[in-house]
């Protein structure tokens, strides 16, 4: 009886192990789609705090894409803890410097995960399905990374970027994310428009970033691909 016990543990914790990375992934998109979705419909004065909690959601989701070792984990958590202590501030007090702060914590964490997850990726040596969510994840954090960079950018130098379709009204983080998903895929709908050199600079390594991530993950991924042998070919 005990040994039975033992062996569906074993089995459960098993299967958690083999799940448990796709949950994380899954978290990320639905934060993201969270995000995007809904804080556009939020109005008023509550919408700083909706931002900051669905912001919180998206960052926490990122951290939690880290599998592995600890001390990569911690770091992720410090500059989470950090970005989300200093917009809790920027949020009671209104200084314009810890919005900056809080982006700036924020591209730290993105861009850490985003490192980590993309030399596990390169590392793996056989294209399994988490393999495939771990590539899109990826994808999905350069994008926010980028477009933490802009708010960074439009917090510190406003004007930096120009909505054509609302003139004169300010750049909110969404539409930045907006903005940060269309220049990674190359699409260039032109509704919003870099207005300063250093903005024009970090569009175009943006745009070579999503290009070359693309092309050298196809490569990898086909180069790393190993059909499964049917038993007739194996006999």
């Known amino acids: 009886m005990r040994r039975a016990r033992i062996l569906m543990i074993m089995r459960l914790r098993q299967k958690w192990i083999s799940i448990a990375p796709k949950l994380t992934y899954v978290g990320l998109w639905a934060s ?4 995007m979705v809904i804080f556009p419909f939020m109005q008023g004065p509550s919408t700083s705090s909706t931002f900051t909690i669905l912001f919180t959601l998206l960052l926490g989701a990122a951290v939690m894409t880290i599998r592995g070792g600890r001390l990569l984990k911690v770091i992720a958590l410090l500059s ?3 970005s989300i202590t200093s917009r809790l501030a920027f949020s009671l007090t209104g200084e314009g410097w810890l919005e900056s702060l809080s982006y700036l914590f924020a591209t730290t964490t993105l861009a850490w995960v985003t490192i980590f997850l993309f ?4 590392q793996t040596k056989e294209v399994t399905s988490t393999t495939l969510w771990e590539a899109v ?3 999905i954090l350069i994008g926010l990374t980028w477009a933490s960079v802009f708010a960074i950018l439009e917090a510190t130098a406003p004007g930096s970027f120009e909505d054509t379709s609302l003139p004169g009204a300010g ?6 994310i907006y903005y940060s998903f269309v220049t990674l895929a190359t699409l260039g709908y032109g509704d919003i428009v870099p207005m300063t ?3 024009r600079g970090l569009v175009i390594m943006e745009v070579l970033t999503g290009v070359l991530y693309m092309a050298i993950l196809i490569s990898r991924l086909v180069g790393t691909w190993k059909p499964r042998k049917r038993d007739d070919e194996e006999e």
């Open 32 to 35: 993201l789609a969270l995000l």
């Open 80 to 82: 989470f803890a950090a």
């Open 119 to 122: 030399r596990s990726l390169f």
């Open 137 to 139: 994840s990826v994808y």
């Open 171 to 176: 750049m909110t983080f969404p539409t930045l």
């Open 197 to 199: 050199q250093e903005a």
